[in-house]
């Protein structure tokens, strides 16, 4: 969804560019629906990593790369792969839509369609596929609200989910809390560091934070807690962190000892997992197929510089480790780094690449033949 006007992304990946402005044309008249065109299968991966649309429409016949492969591609990847997909097609044989649905797309129209044939299968597979994020959404709940720990969710803006132990130990309700900032709930001599400690997370230089602050009650006590904060998207792609905060003179576990620092971390990843993308670690078969899509950008730059963005060696080792498919904890055991290491590399190839997440880092790299892979 496109944030500043609430509308839904359409990517529409079709190299029969009038076609597409027509479908273009006829999306913007509804007026929910912010359209984006791509000319070719590549282009088309490129712009769903770079935009994270509501759902895609995507030819099947197309030259370079036709749509089975840019579907298998979006689909490797845990910051793509539910996203609703529809293939369009000048064919109507069986075996063709047969194939095509058994490859997992929510759809398969047949050229030329009728326009309320097309709006309609946009509407009921967005439908399907809000019913899915709102199951999580429930899921998610069901987690948290057994928990005793103070838990939340913080955008860019401010609270966004807390549960019931937040509300316990902190004394404000969502609406009194939401759009409000972990540092307006901090004492003024925090303050300052714990907006630093956010800023560093929001931006991946920190993936995970621990730390501790006096947070001050709705009634004005003060209360010492022990924060953990981990960096996390949510299914559409949009930053957020997951929090726990425990008061350290309530820090006592089921067994009666203090609840020590891994005990809350367990916790804290449990709920990482329901409303993150996992979007840290590209598998070799993704790394494989993008190098088939971009191997010709890769051809057309091998004489120039290929260090022309500045990476450091670490930054090198780092990439193509993750190009290889190794997770983050091996990419710091085999380089005898720490994890936090290797999360500060990788968000410094975002920043040099002007990259949103790790692969597309990896198409860059592919793309202007930064390393050997």
Known sequence: M???NNKRAILIIEDDVPLARSISNLLKTQEIYDPYIAENGSIGIQKTFELIPDLILCDIGMCDIDGYQVFKILKESSITSMIPFIFLTGKSELDEIRLGLQLGADDYIVKPFQNDELLISIKTRLAKYDQFVNLSKQNFQALVNIS???????????FIEINPGFSEILGYSRNEIEGKMLSDIVTEADRSRITNELTKCFKGIEGAVTTNAKILKKNNDVIDVGIFLQKGTTIKGKPNIIGVMKEKTQAISSSGAALNEEEVRNELYKIAEYISENQNDVSAELVNQLKAVYHSYSQASRQGDQN?????????????LSCEGLPIKQIADQLFISDRTVEKHRANLMVKTGSRNIVEVIIYAIKNNIIEI
Do not use: D, M
């Open 2 to 4: 496109n944030e500043t």
């Open 148 to 158: 005793p720990n103070a838990i939340f969710i913080l955008n860019e803006r401010g």
């Open 308 to 320: 022309q963005i500045g990476l450091s060696k670490r930054e090198k080792e780092v990439l193509l």
